[in-house]
């Protein structure tokens, strides 16, 4: 696991930088980049050059990249709305947190990949985390379940949002626009699915227009509308 900056900072804090460039500055900098052209297009000598300054002058904020994109991330997160707890509606609640999220995510390109395989400790990231647990909670869901179920959500959210990232760059590499790369790879995986042996796949033969059909926005909502409906099932009250 990652060392999070949050936890480092407070243990070890920063002497006050010379430079004026601040922070936020070059995360904000920094998100700029990527809603355009991913984390692989972010760079402290890219960043630095916004500010007509060399990259040196940025390590007095920001320890490396892998800082840079906890940060950005955090500040993502801070984008998240949370709405004032209302009990009864928990389930609606957790819907809708977990679609902004989303939405959020898939606005910032590929930045969904800094969450994976890490723990988000920032300030803001735990908001929406706590929030989260909170509604549950609030439903009756027992609170280790709700704890692993914010969990596994967030874990959805930003893996689905990841993948899209990557579809966004296979139709920009396509040349092409999505509706027409979208259009293509669903007849060549209707046909070649029609084409499989019906003695080894039967149901992947038999049902391949159900297997491409749905757009992504649908497909996400089954998973989601999964989870979160699986969760009546450990509803103490």
Same mark, same amino acid.
């Given at each position: 696991?990652?060392?999070?900056?949050?936890?480092?900072?407070?243990?070890?804090?920063?002497?006050?930088?010379?430079?004026?460039?601040?922070?936020?500055?070059?995360?904000?900098?920094?998100?700029?980049?990527?809603?355009?052209?991913?984390?692989?297009?972010?760079?402290?000598?890219?960043?630095?050059?916004?500010?007509?300054?060399?990259?040196?002058?940025?390590?007095?904020?920001?320890?490396?990249?892998?800082?840079?994109?906890?940060?950005?991330?955090?500040?993502?997160?801070?984008?998240?709305?949370?709405?004032?707890?209302?009990?009864?509606?928990?389930?609606?609640?957790?819907?809708?947190?977990?679609?902004?999220?989303?939405?959020?995510?898939?606005?910032?390109?590929?930045?969904?990949?800094?969450?994976?395989?890490?723990?988000?400790?920032?300030?803001?990231?735990?908001?929406?985390?706590?929030?989260?647990?909170?509604?549950?909670?609030?439903?009756?869901?027992?609170?280790?379940?709700?704890?692993?179920?914010?969990?596994?959500?967030?874990?959805?959210?930003?893996?689905?949002?990841?993948?899209?990232?990557?579809?966004?760059?296979?139709?920009?590499?396509?040349?092409?626009?999505?509706?027409?790369?979208?259009?293509?790879?669903?007849? &060549?995986?209707? $046909?070649? !699915? +029609?084409?499989?042996? =019906?003695? *080894?796949?039967?149901?992947?033969? #038999? /049902?391949?227009?159900?297997?491409?059909?749905? &757009?992504?926005? $649908?497909? !996400? +909502?089954?998973?989601? =509308?999964? *989870?979160?409906?699986?969760?009546? #099932? /450990?509803?103490?009250?």
């Amino acid at each position: 696991m990652k060392e999070s900056p949050f936890l480092r900072r407070a243990m070890n804090p920063q002497r006050p930088a010379k430079n004026p460039l601040g922070r936020d500055q070059i995360v904000q900098a920094a998100l700029r980049i990527v809603k355009t052209e991913g984390i692989d297009g972010v760079s402290m000598r890219r960043i630095a050059a916004e500010f007509d300054t060399g990259p040196s002058s940025l390590y007095a904020h920001v320890t490396n990249k892998d800082e840079l994109l906890q940060l950005m991330f955090d500040e993502v997160c801070g984008m998240i709305e949370i709405p004032a707890l209302d009990a009864p509606r928990w389930k609606e609640q957790v819907l809708w947190m977990a679609r902004e999220s989303h939405r959020i995510l898939l606005d910032h390109y590929d930045l969904a990949r800094t969450a994976l395989a890490t723990i988000p400790t920032g300030p803001n990231a735990l908001r929406a985390s706590d929030a989260m647990i909170g509604m549950m909670l609030a439903g009756g869901v027992p609170p280790q379940i709700a704890a692993w179920a914010m969990d596994r959500i967030f874990l959805y959210i930003t893996a689905d949002a990841y993948e899209m990232s990557i579809w966004r760059g296979a139709v920009t590499e396509s040349g092409t626009d999505r509706e027409s790369f979208v259009a293509q790879l669903d007849t &060549d995986l209707v $046909a070649y !699915f +029609e084409q499989v042996p =019906a003695d *080894l796949y039967p149901n992947i033969r #038999k /049902y391949a227009r159900e297997m491409v059909s749905g &757009d992504a926005d $649908a497909r !996400f +909502e089954l998973g989601l =509308a999964m *989870l979160v409906d699986g969760l009546d #099932k /450990y509803v103490t009250k």
